[in-house]
T-cell receptor, first 112, second 116 residues
């Protein structure tokens, strides 16, 4: 099935560093969602984006809906140990808002 | 707000038995709920879309007679894994669709199923 290209696959950073990850699609999307999943838990919604160019923050997290509507990025500033986890992008293709399309995830490790 | 619960959080069952997993939206009504399956170190795979008061819509390759879904009310959907086999062992996660303001999906904490 359709899948988003999410990169990087994994990141190992020092506490306090900024992090950036992104997702791209082959088709136009009308919604981008960013989730974080801890081991053994369900994904938790971090940020939802609905308009091209939209830039939204949630604490130290900032995400943007790309102008082309085919990409989105998530930035985490001043990382802390509890940022460890897997971050997933997901979105709705403009031609099908029934099924959420997922990226493969970015695994983030933070060295204290 | 937008809290989704799942029960049980983990279950071990023997091959051939059936297991029921409940998904509840605690502080909102959900006309649509989703059931996902996730293998270790992989993304979420949509199994079926559960619509209140109607039949579920299954994704290609998902056996509807094996994975029975019932969405009997606006706050409860259940997934029953029938005649479970070891290969059904997985992490099952439900989500609920919040229509107000957009199409966010809010997820439950997941259910770890182990079939022995």
């Amino acid at each position: 099935g359709q899948q988003l290209n999410q990169s990087p696959q994994s990141m190992f950073i020092q506490e306090g560093e900024d992090v950036s990850m992104n997702c791209t699609s082959s088709s136009i999307f009308n919604t981008w969602l960013w989730y974080k999943q801890d081991p053994g838990e369900g994904p938790v919604l971090l940020i939802a984006l609905y308009k091209a160019g939209e830039l939204t923050s949630n604490g130290r997290l900032t995400a943007q809906f790309g102008i082309t509507r085919k990409d989105s990025f998530l930035n985490i500033s001043a990382s802390i140990p509890s940022d460890v986890g897997i971050y997933f992008c997901a979105g709705y293709d403009a031609g099908n808002n029934r099924k959420l399309i997922w990226g493969l995830g970015t695994s983030l490790a933070v060295n204290p | 707000g937008a809290v989704v619960s799942q029960h049980p959080s983990w279950v071990i069952c023997k091959s051939g038995t059936s297991v029921k997993i409940e998904c509840r939206s605690l502080d909102f009504q959900a006309t649509t709920m989703f059931w996902y399956r996730q293998f270790p170190k992989q993304s979420l795979m949509l199994m079926a879309t559960s619509n209140e008061g109607s039949k579920a819509t299954y994704e290609q390759g998902v056996e509807k007679d094996k994975f029975l879904i019932n969405h009997a009310s606006l706050t409860l959907s259940t997934l029953t894994v029938t005649s479970a086999h070891p290969e059904d062992s997985s992490f099952y996660i439900c989500s609920a669709h919040l229509l107000a303001g957009g199409y966010e999906q809010y997820f439950g904490p997941g259910t770890r199923l182990t079939v022995t």
